[in-house]
């Protein structure tokens, strides 16, 4: 995308900022190419996490003790950081969660549990994560909408004719993911938003995959919502983020009562907090999100365009070398695609793929990825996936290729 | 790269390549479906009662080598036997395939001791037994109830 502006990455000196991946595994150097279910820590996320236990421990929005008050101002500067990372108007949009799914479900529970009712249509697609289809069959259960989905192309796209004809007067939301997770896809987020918002539609994008691989922009995208998860963007596990307009956060009722949410509370009734607070009842998780800060911090100092430059490299050598072997066969071939490889292999079953590749050291995921809707598109019970991210080499890539030979050799 | 051949040995290969009684049964008197939800792994079991004894059964499905050469290696063994018989196979197999099987009880499982290497990979334990136990669902249930 952004290839020829982009500085150059130094893979070697970025590596040694992720101690696992200097450990080996089964008596082979780790080569982790498993990305896009969880990212590697680089050492300054490990240590804020650590540091903040050490050092810097206590409850937020409470005490009015050194500590607490510090704990406080460091929290509320990672959601400021947050808003920069992902250039939100303010900080107020962006309410910390436990990962993508929360923030999914957050939006299913309070927004969509108050605006939709039957006759209501939910329109998503034919490639979302279990994660951004199930909230919305719960709700669709619960106030009597119908779930409408947009169809794949073969290569893996959005049938962008089906999806007009899908966006109707009765949609009230477009849930649609931005990079997909199974296929490697990165979907016109932006057109699609303008499309829905033209009809006052209100628009989700699952940014789970995107945020750590692509730039990301939400009042670009104009979308309402954006989710994503902080494991995956080189964070701690069990922090995530959900972005949400001010205008429609303001308007949604609480989704979790308890502490911290609320302004007064009698026995009878309570006011509620002004949003982000009215999302974030209960301790949060303040440790992670003091890693999730660190994360972002990282990120940005290697640079996304340096970021993007290199996994674009990465996975166009991995998809040539990989089209060269006999036998294999990518799923997921659109032109416009970030970090993700999925693959089948004729005769063998993924599964044992992943085990001939663990036992050389190599990290991949092998199955549905969360999303079986996929696999019953493209009519494979389970696909391989490699997936990069900026810490991957070109000698990682040589190393799987050599791997997979090594697979078609065993049972073929 | 020793735990690995363990796991894959050549009869595990072979049974996977061509594997034993995968058809469809027209006559079964006894059916069910097996699923794996975490991996997608999908198996069909087919029996036919002789009496009291496993006349024929078979099979057909999706799944990775350790999950299609079991259910070849199942059907095989447990044809003729009764359904007691196939049961104690059953409990001793998952024992084998869990680590907690004593060598001498192995002996006692035939070909089937080839999956003594699944107890090094716990997450292919699921594989080895899926068909194991649909045949216990088909054996537990008509044809009609199975397939609901």
């Not at chain 1, 949009?93 to 436990?98: G, M």
């Not at chain 1, 089948?344 to 809707?373: S, Y």
């Not at chain 1, 696909?383 to 049972?411: H, K, M, P, Q, W």
């Not at chain 2, 499905?61 to 009764?82: D, P, Q, R, W």
Request: proline share 5%.
């Amino acid at each position: 995308m952004t290839a020829a502006a982009a500085p150059a990455l130094d893979v070697e000196r970025v590596r040694k900022d992720f101690p696992i991946l200097s450990r080996r595994v089964n008596g082979k150097p780790l080569v982790y190419l498993d990305n896009a279910a969880t990212s590697q820590k680089p050492r300054p996320v490990i240590e804020a996490v650590s540091r903040f236990y050490s050092a810097e421990n206590a409850n937020i929005h409470r005490g009015i003790h050194h500590l607490s008050e510090r704990a406080t101002a460091a929290y509320d500067a990672v959601r400021a950081r947050v808003a920069r990372f992902v250039n939100a108007a303010a900080p107020e949009e962006i309410v910390f969660t436990r990962g993508t799914t929360e923030s999914i479900n957050l939006v299913a529970g309070s927004w969509g549990r108050s605006a939709l009712a039957a006759g209501d249509e939910i329109l998503i697609t034919g490639m979302e994560h279990h994660s951004n289809i199930v909230p919305w069959q719960l709700l669709a259960a619960a106030t009597g909408a119908t779930i409408r989905a947009v169809p794949l192309t073969d290569s893996g796209e959005l049938d962008l004719d089906a999806f007009d004809r899908l966006l109707s007067d009765r949609t009230r939301l477009l849930a649609v993911v931005h990079l997909s997770n199974a296929l490697g896809t990165i979907n016109p987020v932006r057109d699609l938003v303008a499309r829905a918002r033209g009809r006052g539609v209100v628009t989700l994008v699952d940014g789970a995959q995107s945020a750590p691989h692509l730039p990301v922009d939400v009042q670009a995208l104009g979308c309402d919502f954006f989710a994503f998860s902080g494991h995956k963007v080189f964070g701690p596990t069990g922090v995530g983020v959900l972005y949400g307009r001010a205008e429609l956060l303001g308007r949604m009722p609480p989704w979790q009562g308890g502490g911290d949410m609320i302004e007064t509370v009698t026995l009878e009734r309570s006011t509620w907090a002004p949003p982000p607070a009215r999302f974030e009842a209960g301790t949060p998780m303040i440790a992670e999100v003091m890693g999730l800060g660190a994360a972002l911090e990282y990120v940005e100092s290697i640079g996304r365009p340096a970021i993007g430059a290199w996994e674009e490299e990465l996975l166009a050598y991995a998809t040539e070398r990989v089209r060269e072997l006999d036998g294999f066969r990518i799923i997921g071939t659109a032109p416009a695609k970030a970090s993700v490889l999925s693959f089948v292999v004729d005769g063998v079953h993924p599964h044992d793929v992943g085990a001939v590749l663990d036992d050389d050291g190599i990290a991949i995921r092998a199955g549905h990825h969360c999303a079986q809707p996929v696999m019953q598109r493209f009519g494979v019970p389970a696909t391989a996936r490699a997936s990069f991210a900026f810490y991957n080499t070109r000698e990682e890539i040589d190393a799987l290729v050599r791997s997979l030979r090594r697979v078609r050799g065993l049972f073929a | 790269m020793s735990s690995l051949s363990e796991l894959y040995q050549n009869v595990i290969l072979e049974h996977n390549r061509s594997p034993r009684n995968y058809r469809a049964m027209e006559d079964a008197d006894h059916q069910a479906e097996g699923h794996n939800p975490l991996c997608g792994d999908q198996v069909t079991v087919w029996v036919r009662m002789d009496g009291d004894l496993i006349g024929d059964v078979s099979f057909r499905g999706a799944g990775c080598a350790i999950s299609k050469a079991s259910a070849s290696l199942m059907t095989g063994a447990v044809k003729g036997k009764s359904r007691a018989e196939a049961e104690a196979m059953f409990e001793r197999f998952h024992r084998l395939v869990t680590g907690t099987l004593r060598p001498e009880e192995a002996e006692t499982l035939g070909k089937l001791a080839v999956f003594s290497g699944v107890s090094e990979f716990p997450v292919r334990v699921k594989c080895a037994s899926l068909s194991w136990h649909t045949l216990r669902a088909a054996l537990d249930g008509s044809q009609a109830a199975a397939s609901h």
